[in-house]
């Protein structure tokens, strides 16, 4: 932990609070005006350019429109849970950035204090935990709403969180080992030489995937899901309510950025060919280097949503399950093994020939696997396959692979 924290007065520690929770507001207004005017020339379309020079305003007309708006309460609800959900989306998302640090130890009207609110040892577990509390907001709203689709929307919410969350903390696990820290202002100062993106790849791509499930965005943003669920968990919203459940969105991306930041990019530290400058490092230019880097992944999320189509919902829980998960027990057992041979001695050649037969008997146990699994051809129609009835089950449904619609009385009769 720095030694700084918890030392600081009462005024600096309300500045420091209100500092970031300005950087909170201000980041979402412009993140979803960017994102509209980038999705726009990436579709070859002009976007907002109505309010304000080139439609600079837009974000904060849509803000003023949505508090006007009548806030309409539908009259199945659970009222108290249903006003209370948007809060509980929101709020977490906040409480998150406390021990995310923006820079080294600065002077701040004469007195010497590290710009991070304040730290933990446990600093990166209770981002996790504190997220995970967030997703609860989505869960009730389609709970409290007393209406089907958002209903579906929170119980796709639920297990979106337990998929992605597992793999998420998973990928936490390597960095661990790696910095021997959980705290946030330490896992930033093993990164001073070597970030941990460049040693820990494999980590750093199961985040990523794994933050974007967990922000619900295209191509994950299945609690919504426009297209099948009307709006998803926020249908019976409107007002504030609504425009809450949209902040709660772009702060928790903001949210699962700067961790992203935190964990795999150096934090605050300068990137290369910036960090051979002596005073890159000092006084207030770390918090560039770190909003510049948080803003390369709000433009990676605007980049997917832009480009890929939504997964479908078994292909999203496979993702998660089949690939993300077994993917990182492999990974962490990996570093595991690599700590613990460096500890007691070994080379480095030993390390790097234990890690390539580790991992070339990995991917041929993987091969066998699949081989043995390899399921048969469907049946044809020749093979005698009987046909189906689609109205089984009271409503339509298509056939599956190796059946087939009945083509004539006899067969109508025996379905």
Same mark, same amino acid.
């Given at each position: 932990?720095?030694?700084?924290?918890?030392?600081d007065p009462? $005024?600096?520690?309300?500045a420091?609070?209100?500092?970031?929770?300005?950087?909170?507001? #201000?980041?979402?207004?412009?993140?979803? &005006?960017?994102?509209?005017k980038?999705?726009?020339?990436?579709? *070859?379309?002009?976007?907002?350019?109505?309010?304000?020079?080139g439609?600079?305003?837009?974000?904060?007309?849509?803000?003023?429109?949505?508090?006007?708006?009548?806030?309409?309460?539908?009259?199945?609800?659970?009222? +108290?849970? %249903?006003?209370?959900a948007?809060?509980?989306?929101?709020?977490?998302?906040?409480?998150a950035?406390?021990?995310?640090?923006?820079?080294?130890?600065?002077?701040?009207?004469?007195?010497?204090?590290? &710009?991070? #609110?304040t730290?933990?040892?446990?600093?990166?577990? %209770?981002?996790?935990?504190?997220?995970?509390?967030?997703? %609860?907001?989505?869960?009730?709203? /389609?709970?409290?709403?007393?209406?089907?689709?958002? =209903?579906?929307?929170?119980?796709r919410s639920?297990?979106?969180?337990?998929?992605?969350?597992?793999? *998420?903390?998973?990928?936490?696990?390597?960095?661990?080992?790696?910095?021997?820290?959980?705290?946030?202002?330490?896992?930033?100062?093993?990164?001073?030489?070597?970030?941990?993106?460049? &040693?820990?790849?494999?980590s750093?791509?199961? %985040?990523?995937?794994? *933050?974007?499930?967990?922000?619900?965005?295209? +191509?994950?943003?299945?609690?919504e899901a426009?297209?099948?669920?009307? /709006?998803?968990?926020?249908?019976?919203?409107?007002s504030?309510?609504?425009?809450?459940?949209?902040?709660?969105?772009?702060?928790?991306?903001?949210?699962?950025?700067? =961790?992203?930041?935190?964990?795999?990019?150096?934090?605050?530290?300068?990137p290369?060919?910036?960090?051979?400058?002596?005073? !890159?490092?000092?006084?207030?230019?770390?918090?560039? $280097?770190?909003? &510049?880097?948080?803003?390369?992944?709000?433009?990676?999320?605007?980049w997917?949503?832009?480009?890929?189509?939504?997964?479908?919902?078994?292909?999203?829980?496979n993702?998660?399950?089949?690939?993300?998960?077994?993917?990182? =027990?492999? $990974?962490?057992? #990996?570093? !595991?093994?690599?700590?613990?041979?460096?500890?007691e001695?070994?080379?480095?050649?030993?390390?790097?020939?234990?890690?390539?037969?580790?991992?070339? !008997?990995?991917?041929?146990?993987?091969? #066998?696997?699949?081989?043995?699994?390899?399921?048969? +051809?469907?049946?044809t129609? !020749?093979?005698?396959?009987?046909?189906?009835?689609? *109205?089984?089950?009271?409503?339509?449904?298509p +056939?599956?692979?190796?059946?087939?619609?009945?083509?004539?009385?006899k067969?109508?009769?025996?379905?």
């Open positions: 932990m720095i030694p700084g924290i918890g030392l009462w $005024w600096l520690v309300i420091k609070a209100l500092a970031i929770f300005v950087f909170l507001i #201000l980041t979402p207004l412009m993140a979803i &005006l960017i994102e509209r980038v999705m726009a020339r990436m579709q *070859m379309r002009v976007g907002p350019n109505r309010v304000g020079p439609g600079i305003l837009q974000s904060l007309a849509d803000g003023v429109k949505l508090a006007l708006k009548e806030g309409i309460v539908p009259k199945g609800v659970d009222k +108290p849970i %249903y006003l209370l948007p809060v509980i989306a929101a709020v977490p998302a906040f409480m950035f406390a021990v995310i640090p923006f820079g080294p130890e600065v002077s701040i009207f004469g007195r010497l204090t590290p &710009l991070q #609110l730290d933990l040892p446990v600093g990166v577990l %209770y981002i996790l935990a504190v997220t995970s509390v967030g997703v %609860y907001g989505i869960v009730l709203a /389609g709970w409290s709403s007393g209406s089907t689709y958002p =209903l579906l929307g929170g119980l639920t297990a979106q969180v337990i998929s992605y969350e597992i793999a *998420m903390g998973l990928s936490f696990t390597a960095v661990f080992l790696h910095a021997g820290t959980m705290s946030t202002s330490g896992i930033v100062a093993a990164q001073s030489n070597t970030w941990y993106i460049f &040693l820990l790849f494999p750093f791509l199961i %985040y990523l995937t794994s *933050m974007v499930g967990e922000t619900n965005r295209a +191509p994950f943003d299945l609690p426009e297209g099948e669920l009307v /709006g998803g968990f926020h249908t019976e919203y409107s504030l309510n609504f425009a809450m459940f949209m902040l709660a969105e772009y702060v928790n991306m903001v949210t699962v950025s700067a =961790l992203a930041t935190t964990l795999f990019l150096g934090g605050w530290h300068a290369f060919p910036l960090n051979l400058w002596d005073g !890159a490092n000092s006084g207030w230019w770390p918090v560039l $280097w770190f909003t &510049l880097k948080v803003w390369g992944f709000l433009f990676l999320f605007i997917l949503r832009a480009t890929l189509p939504r997964l479908r919902y078994d292909q999203f829980m993702l998660g399950w089949k690939v993300l998960i077994p993917v990182s =027990l492999v $990974w962490i057992m #990996l570093v !595991a093994t690599v700590r613990a041979l460096r500890i001695g070994y080379g480095s050649w030993t390390v790097a020939l234990f890690v390539a037969g580790a991992v070339v !008997a990995a991917l041929a146990v993987v091969s #066998l696997v699949r081989r043995r699994r390899r399921k048969p +051809p469907p049946p129609e !020749a093979a005698g396959t009987s046909p189906f009835d689609p *109205m089984a089950g009271g409503f339509p449904v +056939p599956m692979p190796g059946q087939h619609l009945p083509t004539d009385d067969e109508r009769s025996d379905a």
